[in-house]
């Protein structure tokens, strides 16, 4: 780890693990899962879902989404110590998301089509719920800002492209992860495709039946080294690689041979300079669905081996689609600097299909390097690699 090493100072994270880091590992040691009926919104549609119960930060009217994406960029920076450096230095913020890149207000939808005119509210509201933006406007940010919408592996994503930034110069420390609400449209659009579980969610399982929604933010803050050595800060957790690989296989599907994901992992791990078998574990996207899981599996057991050690913390939270690849990324990083990961909630029965089969209890792990990866629509494949000094 050189001087243009890549440096984790700061994490934040809310979802129905937790509120912060504290709660959630008490989460996972304990294997607690919280799912069921949505309460947020009127459906009857009756599928489990994972909402953060957390009171939110305030009554406003602001878009959940960037209320939660507030609650855990609040977290990061205080865990950074950057509360009194924000405009010292030049520093971006890129978020990933999905839910809140919609115009989602069905109500207004609603009166407009039978009125021929509705209120302007939630247009203006929505105008100004760009993540990026807003997180910079409030923050007086002199860094770039950018909003990710790339499906399921936004968070994911934005984390890279804040990686690229540091790397080629555009600034000195980035704020970046994912932020996503729970919300009918996808509720009921995951519903259509079939691909909703009515029950709790088993990724890896046998007998998996699909996914859980589910809601929050993770954020990482992540800046130069030289920056860190200047603030005074340590250096223990690095960002090491990213990579990203598309399929051009199908809409929603996942190429069956897996060879984006592993065009992704390749280029992660080629930058971050490290073989598969220094990898200690793997926060797998594992949504439960047959195809992904299969997929995804038969492509870690191919380039890791049998004796990899891996989970899906979906069981904790549900699928929180563009927020999954911050809310995993920051899981990761408790990981390596726990030294410990939890079971993979949800997990039962071995699948000979697949291969291989994530831990099924609090594992311990060794090592520095771990992975997280995100799988999308439109066969987009991301990965990136974390390690602790």
Known sequence: M????????GMGV?????????????TFAAGRRSGAHVSLFQTDLTYPVFEVNALLDDDSDTMRTLKLAFIAVRQAIEDSGLEDALDVFRVGVC???????????IDFYKEYR????????????????????????????????????????????????????????LCDIVICGGADELNRVPLCGFGALGVVSNSLCKPFD??????????????????KEEICRKRGKKEKLF????????????????????????????RAMHEAGITPSEVAFINAHGTATPDNDLVEGKVLERFFGSKLKFLSTKGYTGHTLGAAGGIEAVFTILGLREGWIPQSAGFQKHDEAIGISPVAEKTAIRGKYAISTSLAFGGNNSAIVMAKS
């Not at 050189?2 to 440096?7: F, H, K, M, P």
């Not at 809310?14 to 008490?26: H, Y």
């Not at 039946?209 to 803050?221: F, H, R």
């Not at 690689?241 to 809409?251: F, M, V």
């Open 2 to 9: 050189n001087g243009s090493a890549v440096v984790i100072t």
């Open 14 to 26: 809310i979802s129905a693990g937790g509120k912060n880091t504290s709660e959630t590992l008490d």
């Open 95 to 105: 978020i990933g998301t999905t839910v809140a890149s919609q115009l989602n207000d």
């Open 114 to 169: 039978n009125t021929e005119k509705a209120p302007m509210h939630s247009v203006e509201r929505y105008l100004k719920g760009n993540l990026a933006e807003a997180l910079a406007h409030a923050l007086g940010l002199r860094g770039p800002a950018c909003t990710i919408v790339n499906a399921c592996s936004s968070g994911t994503d934005a984390i890279g492209v804040g990686l690229s930034w540091l790397r080629t110069g």
């Open 206 to 223: 046998s007998e998996r039946s699909g996914l859980n929604l589910g809601e929050g933010a993770g954020v990482i803050v992540i800046e």
């Open 239 to 266: 960002l090491l690689g990213y990579g990203l690989a598309a399929d051009a296989y199908h809409l929603t599907a996942p190429r069956p041979d897996g060879s984006g994901l592993e065009a992704a992992l390749a």
